[in-house]
């Protein structure tokens, strides 16, 4: 049985809920705050990640200097750490367990990156994370799934990277694996869903998470929307034989359009009539 196994049959079986019991610490000694596999949070056990784990998530996630990472249930703090450190960017973690926050900061002094990798307690359902760039988890299917609305009203492009676990029908942009563990990549898609004037016809548009089909009507003729590509606010489908790439504002989209091999372009531009 792989390790990712007996991690994930491991949370799944001690997953404890605590409304408002205080965490108990688990210590080596009085004084001395040392956490272990397994021990209760308020949501999940604790289960590290492994360190080639993380660096691929933030990898995945093409964490940089100007992003703005949070980690959702951030343990002993080394996500955090890891993308101040070795990714630059600005990193906060949100965990429960006062004591994990505690350790959190002692090891972002150690490793230098105090400024830059900050921890709070709190509730990851309560606290507001909407200026992420980037938002990494390690927690459980129903978890996911709680947090998945939330995730999904952010801003177009952000980044979202879990360590084992999916987000059922919708379905991870990106894939990838380190020591045995599976990380999952999505992208939160724009919303395009419903219908848009389009130069001097309507298009109309159905979406399911980042992917989209739809038709586009002129008059008494129609066209079927065909290789239509949705990631983040960048946009792309074909009208019969003319290609549109752009970006999606709210309810404004625009960017250029090509008819076939023709290397001359004409910028386009869609506003929204009707929100499905």
Do not use: C
Not at 212 to 231: H, K, M, N, P, Q
Request: no cysteine.
């Amino acid at each position: 049985m792989s390790t990712e196994v007996r991690a994930i049959i491991a949370a799944a079986s001690f997953t404890v809920f605590f409304a408002a019991v205080p965490v108990q610490a688990a210590t080596a000694n009085e004084g001395e705050f040392k956490p272990h596999v397994g021990q209760s949070g308020k949501d999940v056990i604790w289960v590290p990640t492994p360190k080639a784990l993380v660096r691929k998530m933030l990898t995945m996630a093409e964490v940089k200097s100007a992003d703005t990472v949070f980690d959702l249930g951030s343990g002993d703090g080394i996500t955090v750490i890891t993308a101040a450190k070795e990714f630059g960017a600005r990193a906060t973690g949100i965990e429960y367990n006062p004591d994990m926050v505690a350790l959190s900061q002692k090891n972002a002094r150690e490793a230098g990156v105090e400024g830059k990798a900050t921890f709070q307690r709190g509730d990851i359902f309560a606290t507001d994370f909407s200026k992420a760039t980037v938002v990494t988890m390690y927690l459980l299917p129903y978890l996911n799934l709680k947090l998945r609305p939330t995730l999904l009203n952010m801003k177009p492009g952000t980044r979202i990277v879990s360590h084992a676990f999916t987000m059922n029908e919708w379905a991870p942009d990106q894939t990838d694996s380190a020591e045995g563990r599976t990380a999952y990549l999505w992208i939160v898609p724009a919303k395009v869903d419903g219908r848009w004037r389009l130069g001097d016809g309507e298009l109309e548009l159905k979406q399911s998470f980042q992917h989209f089909e739809g038709v586009y009507r002129r008059g008494d003729a129609s066209w079927r929307v065909t290789r239509a590509d949705l990631r983040g606010s960048r946009i792309r489908f074909d009208i019969g034989p003319t290609t549109y790439t752009g970006q999606v504002s709210g309810p404004v989209m625009q960017g250029t359009a090509r008819r076939g091999n023709d290397p001359q372009t004409i910028s386009w531009s869609a506003n929204q009539i009707k929100v499905n």
